[in-house]
């Protein structure tokens, strides 16, 4: 298993500033993912994040928006940019491990963005 | 469009009783997984079922997998006041995909005391 935390918890943010949100995992993995969870709807992923390239970002998520980092196997950042009220989203984590012969993924507490 | 449909959206049953949840999925899978959810915070990740496997337990915990139908069931056994949260289905279609996770709408599980 993996034990992720996420800072910060939740914070409120004015319109047009930028929010960085950190990802710690106890572990060193390969693959870390970022998805949204806006208010009442299910997890969209925005993009993959692999040590040492460049963020691989979904459809309708671009990395001028979205800047992703990953300096190392067991940390990122996610910076939501020039943000909106329509950026109120959770925003989680995630890493993939090997468990056994198949592969699990464990997510972040979450972090709770509301924009003013 | 949405890889995962889940049904009911919301269910809200009696402790001890059974809750049932159904998730179906549109495109091939590597393998499907559960996880809950408890008042809009972190994901728990309950089980996770291959597409070769057709049934699996942990603990109160009963999930299928359809591939035929494209579709999972998460039975929750003598459920708990501490149940009470939503659960998502989420698919993993391997291949050039692999560890990308597709979320199902969710079912919103209440069980009252």
């Known amino acids: 298993s993996a034990v992720i935390s996420q800072k910060p918890s939740r914070d409120i943010c004015q319109r047009g500033t930028s929010l960085t949100i950190q990802c710690q995992v106890d572990?060193?993995?390969?693959?870390m993912f970022w998805y949204r969870q806006q208010p009442g709807q299910s997890l969209t992923l925005i993009a993959t994040?692999?040590?040492?390239?460049?963020?691989?970002?979904e459809s309708g998520f671009v990395i001028d928006k979205f800047p992703i980092s990953r300096p190392n196997l067991t940390f990122s950042t996610l910076t939501v940019s020039n943000m909106s009220p329509e950026d109120s989203s959770i925003y989680l984590c995630?890493?993939?491990?090997?468990?056994?012969?198949?592969?699990?993924?464990?997510f972040g507490p979450g972090t709770r963005l509301t924009v003013l | 469009s949405q890889q995962g449909e889940e049904d009911p959206q919301a269910l809200s049953i009696q402790e001890g009783e059974n809750a049932t949840m159904n998730c179906s999925y549109k495109?091939?899978?590597?393998?499907l997984q559960w996880y809950r959810q408890n008042s809009g915070r972190g994901l728990v990740h309950l089980i996770l079922?291959?597409?070769?496997?057709r049934e699996k337990h942990s603990g109160r915990l009963r999930v299928t997998l359809d591939t035929s139908k494209k579709s999972s069931s998460l039975l929750i056994t003598a459920s708990r006041a501490a149940d009470t949260a939503s659960y998502f289905c989420?698919?993993?279609?391997?291949?050039?995909?692999?560890?990308?996770?597709?979320f199902g709408q969710g079912t919103i599980l209440t069980v009252h005391p």
């Open positions: 995630s890493v993939e491990v090997w468990e056994s012969s198949y592969n699990e993924q464990f």
């Open positions: 572990s060193q993995v390969t693959m």
């Open positions: 994040a692999n040590q040492g390239s460049e963020a691989t970002y």
């Open positions: 495109t091939s899978i590597n393998n």
């Open positions: 079922i291959r597409s070769n496997e």
């Open positions: 989420a698919t993993d279609a391997g291949g050039t995909s692999y560890g990308k996770l597709t």
